[in-house]
């Protein structure tokens, strides 16, 4: 595919944004990833492609398409998403980092409204959007993942799950600096990667549904899924260890589970929950690492589908919901000795 577009900057100028995209065997996707980038409205940016050892034809695709904007290399062998992206960030000459994935697609405005939100809000390092929902051909998939919590909120969200799009986010090399992505977070790469970044600085997502993320049989999450519990353990081992939180595996697999959505089958499991949310909301007012009343809002939303959830009676339902509700909300029970130990 041949650029046509004379507005496009000269080969040797160094571009205001750096987008960086790993690809593995993405030939389906590839080329209408890459053109839904070199047909942005807002056009000084490169954009590095590296093929991690792709089986397929992506290599092939990506070396069909004409445009000084692209920088193209490959891989020796897999390596991995961390590996590759940060070889991806060693090469970034621009101010503005974008990661974009090789089955996703932007929006013609995506950069244009997120270059111009960063340089009008300097108190921000990072920037996502809102998406739409596709599937392996294009269709849209329900009404898309609208992220517009404020600034304030996100760090609570955080703790309990990614609130990025990978392929959403810009950021600002001059605020972040030389960060990397951590080697053994695989499928969570850039969620610790994003909760870096989130406990120096402001980071927030546009509202507008600026990316199409793209959910199909191939992607990373699926042909990991043996892997992903492993790594989801891992991750909130590092979490909690950040924040100064002392707990054990049964601990990681509930927070894991209101991670995930997943309900409680039985009262016993919900009382479980219960007891982690409690201790999670009498730490937080201890510690102050979140906003208490995002914080506790957050908690009794967990609370309130944990209960409605229950495979019992309606009466049963809200006598186990009103028999933990004081403690939810209020802030009458002190944390012991053996609770920071055990829990």
Known sequence: MLSNNTNIPPKKHISELSIIMAVYNAEKYVFEAISSLLSQTYMDFELIIIDDGSTDKSLDIVRSIIDSRLVVCRNSANKGVVFTRNRGLQMAQGKFIAMFDADDIASPNKFELQIAFL???????LIGCSAKLIDSQGCTIGKGMKLNASHNAIPTIMFFRNYFINSAIVYDKEKVGNLRYTTGFDICEDYEFITRIM???????????????RIHSESAMNNEKLNIAEYEIRFYEWLFILYGIKTDNTNIKTHISLKKNVPAETISEAKKIAKWLIFLLILNNKKHFFRKNYFRREILRFWIKTCWRLPESILTRLVIFFAHLKLLITNTVSVSADSDENH
């Open 119 to 125: 340089k009008n809000n300097p108190t921000y390092s």
């Open 199 to 213: 406990l120096t600085s402001r980071v927030g997502n546009m509202s507008e549904k600026l990316v199409s993320y």
